[in-house]
């Protein structure tokens, strides 16, 4: 009897079992542009790549006989070339075109030009200079079940309009995001708990470029999180000029770095 009853059991339990088969979005695969052009530093680098669907293999990547151009033209109309960097290549299917011969400077504007599988895509940004620190310290909180440590940086505002700062550790995991209010002039300061004792990078950035990396941050802070709501498309400030609905992935940044050294404000016991 004891038998039969399991065998009743197991029969009703396999006989609810049902397959369900839940459809996934898959976005098509775009370019994906990315840039590494800092003031003062003599080579500037674009890395071009593809995406791919989250549940899919990586992919090869770009294939560099699609690439036909890749360009930076100034302001002043002075256009610099891009060549592609043989071998440098990752598992990601991610490619480096660099160039020496572009000289940044302050508050000018560069446009970037991709031909790509015969389609023109278009970056454009401005240099903003960023302001240089006046002074810093370290802070102390001892708490009941924990201390805390804050470190507090002061750098003057530049611009009549308003600016848009981005704080970030050296090794980019932490990210802090600061707007002025339009406070002209005014000293401006930042308080942060977060940091690996090695440097930390002050941005002044365009309004776009704080919001872009503002929703990349909550994408990977939110990876982990089953019940995190769903993330946006991060779309930068490249665009498909021949095919409108082909929008790239990716920013071209263009920054003035001033880079904090925090050792230097620590006070010896």
């Known amino acids: 009897m004891k038998a039969f009853c399991i065998l009743i059991i197991v029969f009703v339990l396999s006989s609810c079992t049902e397959i369900i088969e839940v459809e996934t979005s898959s976005e098509k695969e775009r370019l994906v542009i990315e840039s590494s052009f800092v003031l003062g530093k003599p080579i500037t680098r674009i890395y071009l790549s593809v995406s791919y669907p989250y549940f899919e293999a990586l992919n090869d990547g770009i294939n560099p006989s699609d690439v036909s151009e890749v360009s930076v033209t100034t302001s002043k109309g002075n256009t610099c070339r891009y060549h592609l960097i043989q071998g440098d290549y990752n598992y990601m299917g991610k490619y480096t075109y660099q160039s020496d011969e572009l000289l940044l400077k302050l508050d000018?504007?560069?446009?970037?030009?991709?031909?790509?599988?015969?389609?023109?895509?278009?970056?454009?940004?401005?240099?903003?200079?960023?302001?240089?620190?006046?002074?810093?310290?370290?802070?102390?909180?001892?708490?009941?079940?924990?201390?805390?440590?804050?470190?507090?940086?002061?750098?003057?505002?530049?611009?009549?309009?308003?600016?848009?700062?981005?704080?970030?550790?050296?090794?980019?995991?932490?990210?802090?995001?600061?707007?002025?209010?339009?406070?002209?002039?005014?000293?401006?300061?930042?308080?942060?708990?977060?940091?690996?004792?090695?440097?930390?990078?002050?941005?002044?950035?365009?309004?776009?470029y704080q919001k872009y990396m503002s929703v990349l941050v909550s994408q990977r802070d939110v990876q982990y999180d089953p019940y995190a709501n769903a993330t946006s498309i991060a779309k930068g400030n490249c665009y498909n000029k021949t095919n409108p609905d082909n929008y790239p992935l990716g920013y071209f940044s263009v920054l003035d770095e001033k880079v904090i050294h925090l050792p230097d404000y620590i006070v010896p016991n």
């Open 108 to 208: 000018e504007t560069y446009t970037l030009k991709i031909v790509y599988k015969n389609e023109i895509y278009i970056g454009k940004e401005t240099l903003l200079e960023t302001p240089e620190v006046n002074r810093g310290n370290f802070n102390y909180n001892q708490g009941i079940y924990s201390d805390t440590t804050y470190f507090t940086f002061f750098f003057d505002d530049l611009y009549v309009e308003d600016n848009f700062y981005i704080i970030q550790d050296y090794s980019d995991r932490i990210y802090y995001f600061v707007d002025d209010n339009n406070k002209s002039d005014d000293e401006v300061w930042v308080r942060i708990t977060e940091f690996d004792y090695s440097n930390v990078v002050l941005l002044n950035t365009s309004e776009h």
